[in-house]
């Protein structure tokens, strides 16, 4: 986890760096969070946000969830769960 600055409509900010090494590439993470946040806070926020992206995207190419129509958020969201644990 680096400290780093980042220009962001004209204002400086201070900003994470998180980097991971896997087998063949490198993964960077910048996030905005308070100073105080643990790193192990910041991994696993980052885990789990991985999850649910991997969920979806499964979701849409095996289970025909990205052909879905709604109407209203709920039942999006109530197909969205349904479609996530069936995968």
Do not use: C
């Amino acid at each position: 986890m680096l400290p780093v600055w980042t220009i962001y409509q004209q204002t400086m900010r201070r900003e994470w760096l998180l980097t991971r090494r896997d087998e063949s590439r490198g993964i960077y993470t910048l996030s905005n969070v308070a100073p105080t946040t643990s790193l192990e806070t910041m991994v696993w926020r980052k885990l789990v946000r991985h999850f649910a992206e991997r969920s979806n995207q499964d979701s849409k190419s095996d289970l025909g969830w990205d052909e879905f129509q709604a109407i209203k958020y709920r039942a999006w969201h109530h197909q969205l769960a349904l479609t996530v644990l069936a995968g």
